[in-house]
Protein backbone atom coordinates (compact mmCIF):
# COMPACT_ATOMS: atom_id res chain seq x y z
CA UNK A 1 0.00 0.00 0.00
CA UNK A 2 1.10 3.52 -1.12
CA UNK A 3 1.21 5.82 1.44
CA UNK A 4 2.73 9.35 1.55
CA UNK A 5 3.53 11.34 4.45
CA UNK A 6 3.94 15.20 4.53
CA UNK A 7 6.36 18.01 6.85
CA UNK A 8 7.48 20.95 6.70
CA UNK A 9 4.34 22.87 7.98
CA UNK A 10 3.96 25.59 10.40
CA UNK A 11 3.60 29.06 11.51
CA UNK A 12 5.42 32.14 9.29
CA UNK A 13 5.19 35.77 8.97
CA UNK A 14 4.15 37.39 6.66
CA UNK A 15 6.96 37.81 3.69
CA UNK A 16 8.76 34.44 4.95
CA UNK A 17 9.56 31.55 3.83
CA UNK A 18 8.17 27.79 3.95
CA UNK A 19 9.49 24.37 2.51
CA UNK A 20 7.15 21.23 2.22
CA UNK A 21 8.27 17.98 1.59
CA UNK A 22 6.29 14.99 0.68
CA UNK A 23 7.60 11.20 0.34
CA UNK A 24 5.66 8.15 -0.86
CA UNK A 25 6.77 4.82 0.56
CA UNK A 26 5.54 1.51 -0.66
CA UNK A 27 5.46 -0.82 -3.60
CA UNK A 28 6.25 2.03 -6.34
CA UNK A 29 7.72 1.64 -9.53
CA UNK A 30 7.23 4.65 -10.96
CA UNK A 31 4.57 7.72 -9.82
CA UNK A 32 3.43 10.25 -12.95
CA UNK A 33 2.29 13.38 -11.33
CA UNK A 34 3.36 14.38 -7.96
CA UNK A 35 1.18 17.57 -6.93
CA UNK A 36 0.56 19.69 -4.08
CA UNK A 37 -3.13 21.12 -3.24
CA UNK A 38 -4.47 23.07 -0.37
CA UNK A 39 -7.94 24.08 1.56
CA UNK A 40 -8.18 27.12 3.35
CA UNK A 41 -11.25 27.18 6.28
CA UNK A 42 -14.66 27.25 4.38
CA UNK A 43 -13.05 26.96 0.85
CA UNK A 44 -12.28 24.25 -1.30
CA UNK A 45 -9.43 22.67 -2.32
CA UNK A 46 -7.39 23.76 -5.10
CA UNK A 47 -4.61 22.74 -7.01
CA UNK A 48 -1.31 25.03 -6.11
CA UNK A 49 1.50 23.54 -8.16
CA UNK A 50 2.06 20.23 -9.78
CA UNK A 51 4.95 18.33 -11.81
CA UNK A 52 5.52 15.64 -13.40
CA UNK A 53 7.95 12.85 -13.95
CA UNK A 54 9.87 14.42 -16.73
CA UNK A 55 10.07 17.53 -14.50
CA UNK A 56 6.65 19.64 -16.73
CA UNK A 57 5.50 22.19 -14.05
CA UNK A 58 2.37 23.76 -13.81
CA UNK A 59 1.27 26.19 -10.75
CA UNK A 60 -1.99 28.14 -9.59
CA UNK A 61 -1.59 32.02 -10.75
CA UNK A 62 -1.86 32.96 -6.86
CA UNK A 63 1.57 31.06 -6.35
CA UNK A 64 3.81 31.94 -9.19
CA UNK A 65 6.72 33.75 -8.89
CA UNK A 66 6.67 32.82 -5.15
CA UNK A 67 6.27 29.03 -5.06
CA UNK A 68 8.43 26.62 -6.45
CA UNK A 69 7.76 22.56 -6.95
CA UNK A 70 10.37 19.90 -7.20
CA UNK A 71 11.10 16.20 -7.09
CA UNK A 72 13.62 13.87 -6.41
CA UNK A 73 12.28 11.06 -8.50
CA UNK A 74 14.53 8.10 -6.74
CA UNK A 75 12.95 8.88 -3.59
CA UNK A 76 9.59 9.27 -4.33
CA UNK A 77 9.86 12.57 -3.08
CA UNK A 78 7.95 16.09 -3.84
CA UNK A 79 9.30 19.25 -2.32
CA UNK A 80 7.23 22.90 -2.26
CA UNK A 81 9.49 25.83 -1.61
CA UNK A 82 6.90 28.96 -0.56
CA UNK A 83 8.39 32.13 -0.42
CA UNK A 84 6.95 35.70 0.29
CA UNK A 85 4.06 33.84 1.84
CA UNK A 86 0.69 36.21 2.45
CA UNK A 87 -2.08 35.23 5.05
CA UNK A 88 -4.42 34.33 2.46
CA UNK A 89 -1.66 31.18 2.10
CA UNK A 90 -2.72 29.91 4.93
CA UNK A 91 -4.00 26.26 4.70
CA UNK A 92 -3.94 22.58 5.31
CA UNK A 93 -1.53 21.99 2.08
CA UNK A 94 -2.06 18.39 0.79
CA UNK A 95 0.00 15.99 -1.16
CA UNK A 96 -1.22 14.07 -4.20
CA UNK A 97 0.37 11.21 -6.02
CA UNK A 98 -1.39 10.14 -9.42
CA UNK A 99 -0.53 7.53 -11.71
CA UNK A 100 1.08 5.58 -9.22
CA UNK A 101 3.00 2.33 -10.50
CA UNK A 102 1.82 -0.73 -10.35
CA UNK A 103 -1.87 -0.13 -10.76
CA UNK A 104 -1.91 3.43 -11.86
CA UNK A 105 -3.36 4.71 -8.61
CA UNK A 106 -3.77 7.85 -7.26
CA UNK A 107 -3.19 8.61 -3.46
CA UNK A 108 -3.28 11.76 -0.40
CA UNK A 109 -1.45 12.80 1.81
CA UNK A 110 -2.51 13.61 5.11
CA UNK A 111 -2.17 17.16 5.14
CA UNK A 112 0.30 19.55 6.72
CA UNK A 113 -1.10 22.73 8.31
CA UNK A 114 0.45 26.33 6.68
CA UNK A 115 -0.31 29.09 9.30
CA UNK A 116 1.15 32.86 7.81
CA UNK A 117 0.41 35.18 10.30
CA UNK A 118 1.96 38.13 12.39
Known amino acids: QVQLVESGGGLVQPGGSLRLSCAAS????????MAWYRQAPGKQRELVAA???????SYADSVKGRFTISRDNAKNTVYLQMNSLKPEDTAVYYC????????????WGQGTLVTVSS
Open 96 to 107: NANGVRPGYVEV
Open 26 to 33: GKISSIYV
Open 51 to 57: ITSGGRT
